[in-house]
């Protein structure tokens, strides 16, 4: 009688699953038909993708002038995009320099395809990964969201999952995590007043060593 029930929850987790993503897939439809350029979808990754080519190529402090930048988006892509800005602090560069390559499309896909890997991969450390939490994770609108708008959400997701479960049984690991999240400091301004509350010196000291390596790496 337990097993029989347990099968049903398992079904009506299933469909609810379905349900879910279908909605969302049908809600972001109209986004994908309005946003969508010969390049390819237009999104959050637009500006992530350019401002590394702009990099690369040895232009980064253009990428801080807006009036620049929203020239070089409009003539890589077209108006729709003149309202992204890059706000981002300069190491930031090291997360999408990787993704700047010439065909955006195949960027976009594979920015994405990594992102989703290393939100499973920092879901390892809580020990608790199985293959059905992979796939509620896969078809989640919030994973379906960020997938559609080209989203950097699901790098800070998992920076943050492993700072919450690792800074007390590995504080090298969450370390280096905390000084990665720098690449978006709105999201860790806590984090050092968390750390020194718990005496954690060891997983601070590794943070602070990240963060100014890579503003080092970047200045170089």
Known sequence: MEMQANRRLRLLCCLAVI????????????????????????????????????AVAGHAAQVYDPVVFARELAGTF???????????????????????????????VAFMVASFAALMASLAVTGRVTPGLALCLAVSPAVMVAAVFGQNGLWTSALLIVIAFARDRRP???????????????FGVLIPFVLIIEHNWRCLAVAVITTAGLAAATTA
């Open 19 to 54: 349900v879910v993503a279908v909605a969302t897939a049908n809600a972001i439809a109209g986004v994908i038909a309005g946003s969508y350029h010969d390049k390819g979808l237009l999104s959050d990754f637009t500006h992530f993708w350019l401002a590394a080519r702009m």
């Open 172 to 186: 090298i690991l969450a370390g280096i995590a905390i000084g990665l999240l720098t690449m978006k400091p709105q």
């Open 78 to 108: 077209d108006e729709r995009v003149l309202g992204l800005f890059w706000l981002y602090p300069p190491h930031a560069f090291w997360l999408y320099v990787p993704f700047a390559v010439d065909n955006y499309g195949a960027a976009y």
